[in-house]
């Protein structure tokens, strides 16, 4: 069964979905119970990940098959990859075509490059610094008390409720491999959480606050999660999300019925998403949340991709019987108009603040 020794193998049918419904059980509960399998195991999945969408992947592939000695056993490539991944000329060109990268690309170096490319949301952090100001009347005012440090974060994304008591959608690669993970309310207010379910594949992560007595507010999550539109092609939405510290606003139409490169689970929006906005939701003018925001064309202003609600259930459905989430059904928000709409949404959004 999986070990450190044959992580590759296993990553690469469960990434695959080759794996019985007991070999994917025990493989969850290993990992659970292992944090250092785990690290690697995400590691591993983030790789994939990044080779199944990359446009040049297998391009990649037949360099780095090039680059090795010829064999074929499952994971060698993966592996490959993760062992040279900082010393290798070839990791280099592989990282510069991998969707996994979570930098963001500034304009002037998108407009150089014709040849669009699929780029996530999430965005690094600027930490906020004192002014000159602040120092000097700190160290004037000796009778002030030195403040803790602010916690120093490295990239950030939108998240949304799922449940009341804090249960959170995002994007997986907004919070794969960190250490540490922050969830900061409208109301300012800062959380630790942890995840509980994920699929690399479908780049889905589910978050939990940890503090038990939490809730978003009095009242249930007012949306629902939309299982499939009856009408796709044209349907108008909006999303609001984090792409810096205040929430904004965003309205467009969902152009595809399918997401990049043809993914059946995915929509294609013409909407603005700039960094930060990875796990935004996605709305319907009834309120229906339809997917969350997960990347974009990299040589366009506003051609958008969005997971699909189906994927979300489907993964709410898939998690081990001790956490048990009943997605939202009610929806009170249908009939309102949209800047109420937006005024009781803003409650149940949240930043995510991560430490890689």
């Known amino acids: 069964m999986l070990h450190r020794y044959n992580i590759e193998e296993w990553a690469e049918k469960y990434y695959n979905r080759q794996l019985t419904q007991e070999e994917k059980a025990e493989i969850d509960t290993l990992l659970e119970a292992d944090v250092v399998l785990r690290k690697e195991w995400d590691e591993a999945m983030e790789v994939l990940a990044a080779l199944a969408h990359a446009s040049d992947a297998e391009h990649i592939r037949q360099a780095l098959r090039s680059a090795r000695q010829p064999e074929k056993a499952p994971g060698r490539l993966i592996a490959f990859i993760r062992n040279n991944w900082k010393t290798s000329a070839i990791a280099a060109s592989f990282a510069l075509a991998a ?136 349907l108008k939405v909006f999303s609001v999300g984090y792409p810096q510290d205040n929430l904004v606003y965003n309205e467009g139409y969902i152009s595809c019925e399918r997401g990049y490169q043809g993914d059946s689970l995915s929509y294609q929006l013409e909407i603005v998403a700039n960094p930060g906005q990875s796990g935004s939701p996605v709305i319907d003018k009834q309120g229906n949340v339809l997917g969350l925001i997960n990347g974009k064309k990299s040589n366009t202003s506003g051609t958008t991709y969005a997971v699909r609600s189906k994927a979300l259930l489907d993964l709410i459905g898939r998690l081990p019987d001790h956490i048990r989430i009943t997605p939202p059904r009610s929806n009170a928000i249908a009939r309102l108009e949209r800047t109420e709409q937006v005024s009781q949404l803003k409650n149940y959004i949240v930043t995510i603040k991560t430490v890689k």
């Open 99 to 234: 969707i996994s990268t979570v930098q963001y690309m500034n304009s002037s170096k998108e407009m150089g490059n014709s040849k669009s490319k699929f780029t996530q949301l999430s965005r690094e952090v600027e930490n906020i610094k004192n002014s000159q100001n602040s120092i000097i009347k700190t160290i004037e005012d000796k009778t002030l008390t030195p403040k803790a440090p602010e916690p120093q974060y490295d990239l950030g994304g939108t998240g949304f409720a799922l449940t009341n008591d804090g249960y959170i959608a995002t994007n997986y690669h907004v919070v794969t491999g960190t250490s540490d993970i922050s969830i900061i309310t409208q109301d300012n207010h800062t959380y630790n959480a942890v995840m509980v379910g994920y699929d690399a594949v479908l780049d889905l992560a589910i978050l939990k606050i940890t503090d038990k007595d939490f809730k978003f507010g009095k009242s249930p999550v007012p949306y629902n999660l939309k299982y499939q539109p009856s009408q796709v092609l044209g």
